[in-house]
């Protein structure tokens, strides 16, 4: 059963940064992507960011490319989001999601880390 716990949210004014935390178990990942969505109030989840997990290929949304950046530790079975030069309109529900890389359908999610970026 796959796993994903994230952690790392919280309150942090504009300009600021933070580290959202992605920790899955359950099974091998090397052949998933990780991906980390965001859900605002009022408004669709949206896509920021994946890795895939074995050769490290990146995808970012314009939104927050040059200021957000994706790594992983193979070691800790750990995906980490930074956050830099944030805004308040990046305020949402960060979730961490894992999908088979053969299929563009992410099928596993975690509870959410809620991040607010104040003005």
């Known amino acids: 059963q796959v796993q994903l716990v994230e952690s790392g949210g919280g309150l942090v004014q504009a300009g600021g940064s933070l580290r959202l935390s992605c920790t899955a178990s359950?099974?091998?990942?090397?052949?998933?992507?990780i991906g980390w969505f965001r859900q605002a109030p009022g408004k669709e989840r949206e896509f920021v960011v994946a890795v895939a997990w074995g050769d490290g290929n990146t995808e970012y949304a314009d939104s927050v490319k040059g200021r957000f950046a994706i790594s992983r530790d193979n070691a800790k079975n750990t995906v980490y989001l930074q956050m830099n030069s944030l805004k308040p309109e990046d305020t949402a529900v960060y979730y961490c999601?894992?999908?088979?890389?053969?299929?563009?359908?992410?099928?596993?999610w975690g509870q959410g880390t809620q991040v607010t970026v104040s003005s």
């Open positions: 359950g099974r091998a990942f090397s052949d998933y992507a």
């Open positions: 999601a894992a999908r088979l890389i053969r299929i563009r359908r992410y099928d596993y």
